[in-house]
Antibody, heavy 119, light 111 residues
Framework: QITLRESGPTLVIPTQTLTLTCTFSGFSLSTSGVGVGWIRQPPGKALEWLALIYWDDDKRYSPSLKSRLTITKDTSKNQVVLTMINMDSVDTATYYC???????????WGQGTLVTVSS | QPVLTQSSSVSASLGSSVKLTCTLSSGHSSYIIAWHQQQPGKAPRYLMKLEGSGRYNRGSGVPDRFSGSISGADRYLTISNLQSEDEADYFCETWDTSTRVFGGGTKLTVL
């Protein structure tokens, strides 16, 4: 059974850096073809893809947010970490992680974590 | 980069069928898409992959009331015998080697 769970702060001060961790089980990021991505959803709005990382450490970022994002993996801990710098109120959203196979859609989703950006 | 367009809302009666549309932007009409369901207050759930040939593959545990089809650049999700639990937001997703894109979502109301 594949599960993913997001963790991190619920409140972030504007201009600060957000660090989120996705901890997963039921698959390994050392397996060829596997990847994990991050997606966010502002309240009442659509899903927005942020970043993804492949088993071979190849990384891709949303062009509109690329300068603010860093994605890394710790295969031994079954974790993927997303860092977003210079947070603003417009970044208030529920942040999800999800896994996928190379060339396939996101398949298993975490429950999401709501991050509020406010002073 | 592809763009996915979805109508914002649709309503249908309990027990009836409804067809949701996701339209691929010009030049991307052959792309594979996926459909995800998001029930109120919950995380998205993968429903199916829909290929440019019209073939679709439902995710594990997805009822066969959910089916997919295509016409040109349009990708459809048809839900038959609507149930109350089908009231949700439905998002389409597409991808290539460099990017992932979601549609704006369609809110389905079951009357």
């Amino acid at each position: 059974q594949i599960t993913l769970r997001e963790s991190g702060p619920t409140l972030v001060i504007p201009t600060q850096t957000l660090t989120l961790t996705c901890t997963f089980s039921g698959f390994s990021l050392s397996t060829s073809g596997v990847g994990v991505g991050w997606i966010r959803q502002p309240p009442g709005k659509a899903l927005e893809w942020l970043a993804l990382i492949y088993w071979d450490d190849d990384k891709r970022y949303s062009p509109s947010l690329k300068s603010r994002l860093t994605i890394t993996k710790d295969t031994s801990k079954n974790q993927v970490v997303l860092t977003m710098i210079n947070m603003d109120s417009v970044d208030t959203a529920t942040y999800y992680c999800a896994n996928f196979w190379f060339g396939e859609s996101f398949e298993h989703w975490g429950q999401g974590t709501l991050v509020t950006v406010s002073s | 980069q592809p763009v996915l367009t979805q109508s914002s809302s649709v309503s249908a009666s309990l027990g009836s069928s409804v067809k949701l549309t996701c339209t691929l932007s010009s030049g991307h009409s052959s792309y594979i898409i996926a459909w995800h369901q998001q029930q109120p207050g919950k995380a998205p759930r993968y429903l199916m992959k829909l290929e440019g040939s019209g073939r679709y593959n439902r995710g594990s545990g997805v009822p066969d009331r959910f089916s997919g089809s295509i016409s040109g650049a349009d990708r459809y999700l048809t839900i038959s015998n609507l149930q109350s639990e089908d009231e949700a937001d439905y998002f389409c997703e597409t991808w290539d080697t460099s990017t992932r894109v979601f549609g704006g979502g369609t809110k389905l109301t079951v009357l």
